[in-house]
Nanobody
Framework: QVQLVESGGGLVQAGGSLRLSCAAS????????MGWYRQAPGKQRELVAT???????AYADSVKGRFTISRDNAKNTVYLQMNSLKPEDTAVYYC???????????????WGQGTQVTVSS
C-alpha cells in the first residue's frame, strides 16, 4: 500500500503558525495531484490546498493568503505552512495523493491518518 504520514500538528494560539509535513512511501516526483484536506468537528472533509494536474496550486478561500503548500521531491514530502491561524482552522488535517490523474478514482486515491490542529483564541 501507498503510505502517507502526517506530522506537525498541535495546539497554537490564534495568530500563530504551524508547518505540517506529509511523508510518502513512494516517490512523488511525477505526482502532481497531492494536497491537504481538513475535517472540523461536525463538518465534512474539505479541500484546504492542493497541487493540480497542471502543476498549479489551489486553495480554499478561507485559507488563501495564509496557507502555502509546497513540496520537496527529493524527500518525498509535501508541506503545508499555516500562518495567521484562526480558531476556525481547528480540524484534523489529512494529506492526500491522487494517482488517477486528477479523476479521483477511489482505488488510486490515498490518505494519511490525519494530524490534529487546534487553534485557541
Amino acid at each position: 500500500q501507498v503510505q502517507l504520514v502526517e506530522s506537525g500538528g498541535g495546539l497554537v494560539q490564534a495568530g500563530g503558525s504551524l508547518r505540517l509535513s506529509c511523508a510518502a512511501s513512494i516517490t512523488i516526483f511525477s505526482i502532481n495531484n497531492m494536497g491537504w484536506y481538513r475535517q472540523a468537528p461536525g463538518k465534512q472533509r474539505e479541500l484546504v490546498a492542493t497541487f493540480t494536474r497542471g502543476g498549479s496550486t489551489a486553495y480554499a478561500d478561507s485559507v488563501k493568503g495564509r496557507f502555502t503548500i509546497s513540496r520537496d521531491n527529493a524527500k518525498n514530502t509535501v508541506y503545508l505552512q499555516m500562518n495567521s491561524l484562526k480558531p476556525e482552522d481547528t480540524a484534523v488535517y489529512y494529506c492526500n495523493a491522487d494517482l488517477s490523474g486528477g479523476l479521483g478514482l477511489r482505488s488510486l486515491v490515498y490518505w494519511g491518518q490525519g494530524t490534529q490542529v487546534t487553534v485557541s483564541s
